[in-house]
């Protein structure tokens, strides 16, 4: 089974500092780099790492990273033929400043606002039941929830990663199968009982360093994650994400799943980067034994 993506594709400008600045205020910072990143994108590089079957829908500006990009999600095995360029637009960006092995990031959207409804007819015109859709909320609103009504409509799984938290996706919960929400965003939207009663099958809620939930309707069970050392979680929940779809897309049940893509989360926190940092799915297995 295939997974769909939807979703962003950034430039991160990423910086190491020892604290925030105050407002006007410089502090020294270290370690810069500029990656490939954008939740659409480093999700799409984790699916296919992972093991996974992807093909993206996204659309990248025509400045120096844009083809660059494409290029990476190509080379880590995903079918970009939907990754369009937009003419006169910069692809996303993301200015990410590192602080203790956590991250503030600011985001401009770019050509991730370009996408269009006809661009989601053509991509899922081949999505049937049993392929997974996975999306998240860094284009605009209106998109990603036509975009989870079609899949919804063919009887594809949808799986949504409500984040950035936007409380403009509420109208369309009613099509989304799996969410997967931080503890910022689950409270956001109501708490996992409020998500439950709308018909969602699935909440997982990402717990940071203290694991996971998943919780169904009569179900609910809190489970640890990896220990380890965090250097930068720029892409952890990007590659929970990731792994969870290319292990629900290989058959697996929704525990097995969790934990494979905790596993591959854990490891990501303790590398660099965003896309750079996911681990393969033959680290995770070995890491796992």
């Not at 956590?102 to 661009?119: C, F, H, L, Q, Y």
């Not at 996706?169 to 109501?190: C, F, Q, R, S």
């Not at 708490?191 to 694991?211: A, F, M, Q």
């Not at 590659?239 to 929704?254: E, H, N, P, R, V």
């Amino acid at each position: 089974m295939k997974t769909y993506i939807v979703g962003s594709i950034n430039t991160d400008f990423v910086i190491e500092c020892e604290r925030l600045p105050k407002l006007g205020e410089t502090v020294q910072g270290g370690n810069f780099l500029i990656n490939a990143g954008g939740k659409g994108a480093n999700q799409a590089h984790a699916c296919a790492k992972l093991g996974g079957v992807v093909k993206m829908c996204g659309r990248i500006g025509d400045d120096l990273y844009g083809e660059r990009w494409r290029d990476s999600l190509k080379d880590s095995g995903v079918d970009v033929s939907h990754v369009k360029t937009a003419e006169g637009c910069m692809t996303g960006c993301a200015v990410i400043t590192v602080f203790e092995g956590n991250n503030s990031i600011i985001i401009d959207s770019g050509a991730n606002s370009k996408i269009t409804k006809e661009d989601i007819d053509s991509f899922l015109n081949d999505a049937s039941k049993g392929d997974i859709l996975l999306c998240q909320l860094e284009n605009p609103i209106d998109i990603v929830g036509y975009a989870l009504k079609c899949a919804h409509e063919r009887g594809t799984t949808t799986v949504l990663n409500p984040a950035p938290a936007n409380t403009e996706i509420a109208e369309y919960l009613k099509y989304v199968d799996i969410i997967t929400p931080n503890e910022h965003e689950v409270e956001l939207m109501g708490g996992v009982e409020h998500l439950l009663s709308l018909g969602l099958k699935t909440v997982i809620t990402t717990l940071g360093e203290n694991g996971y939930e998943i919780a169904s309707r009569g179900f609910s069970k809190r489970y640890p994650c990896l220990k380890v050392t965090p250097v930068d979680t720029t892409a952890a929940g990007d590659t929970f994400c990731g792994g969870l779809c290319a292990k629900l897309s290989l058959g697996y049940d929704i525990e097995e799943s969790c934990r494979f893509a905790s596993a591959a989360a854990s490891i990501s926190t303790t590398r660099y980067g965003a896309s750079a940092s996911i681990p393969t799915k033959d680290e995770v297995i070995k890491y796992l034994k």
